[in-house]
């Protein structure tokens, strides 16, 4: 059986357009909602998320108070999919790697993908947190679960253990601030020192990792020694 924590509510459907855009008509805190296939998967940057059967297609409605929490978020869904993939493989060691803001690597390839989005409704305001776990199928940039690892997970049972991990990432959130996030998150990222390259819109520059600040804004060390702040952007290893 298949268990969520108490505040979440699952819903799955099996086919539908994207979870995402599903969630946006249904917001309510703490509503799940699963597919088994999306026809219209959504990735970040207005790129398709190809979605066929076997990998976790999960959208999770949250309300929050300000957008600058919702920032946050991003940083806690990632550590709470991370820890979420250990569990369900019972492997405390396997090798992820987190990349500004919230990817999930495996074998220095992306193994999942967060989608955050935010909507209001009635003066409350919601985020829709995004998941994409290839389980069981990639693309040929990418990695998936079963191939890197021998080992199967079912996408309900990855989606029970992301919202197991969400929930309690989210009451310590509450409890401590972003500080034990950031720690969480900086311990599984790449070195400081990587060699990285920043795409904005209007805009390419590069320099190497030198973590994230308070607020979660990654900073990056030029050549020339200056640290610049980045709150919006690609990351790139080069
Ligand atoms: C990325 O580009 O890295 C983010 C990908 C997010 C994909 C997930 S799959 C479930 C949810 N529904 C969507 O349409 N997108 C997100």
């Not at 998320?49 to 976790?56: A, F, K, M, Q």
């Not at 309300?63 to 929490?69: K, N, V």
């Not at 829709?128 to 940039?141: F, Q, R, S, T």
């Not at 959130?173 to 060699?195: P, S, V, Y």
Request: negative net charge.
């Amino acid at each position: 059986m298949t268990v969520f924590p108490d505040g979440i509510r699952h819903l799955h459907i099996e086919t539908v357009d994207s979870t995402n855009l599903f969630a946006r008509e249904h917001l309510e805190h703490g509503m799940l909602i699963t597919a088994a296939q999306q026809t219209a998967g959504r990735g970040r940057y207005g790129r398709d998320w190809t979605s066929p059967e076997g990998n976790l297609y999960l959208s999770l409605v949250w309300q929050i108070g300000d957008f600058d929490t919702a920032g946050k978020y991003a940083f806690l869904s990632a550590v709470a999919l991370a820890d979420a993939l250990k569990t369900a493989l019972g492997d405390d060691d396997l090798p992820l790697q987190l990349k500004w803001p919230n990817d999930v690597l495996l074998g220095g390839k992306k193994l999942c993908g967060i989608l955050l989005e935010a909507e209001t409704k009635d003066d409350k305001l919601y985020l829709i947190i995004g998941v994409g776990v290839n389980l069981a199928h990639a693309p040929d940039y990418a990695c998936d679960l079963k191939s890197a690892t021998g080992k199967s997970v079912t996408p309900q049972h990855m989606a029970q253990h992301f919202a197991a991990a969400f929930a309690a990432w989210d009451a310590r959130f509450k409890a401590e601030g972003f500080d034990a996030i950031r720690a969480d998150w900086l311990a599984q990222a790449h070195d400081i020192g990587t060699a990285i390259a920043v795409k904005l819109p209007q805009e390419d520059f590069s320099g190497t990792f030198a973590g994230i600040d308070k607020s979660g804004a990654l900073l990056l060390e030029q050549e020339n020694g200056a640290l610049r702040t980045v709150t919006s952007g690609e990351v790139f290893f080069t």
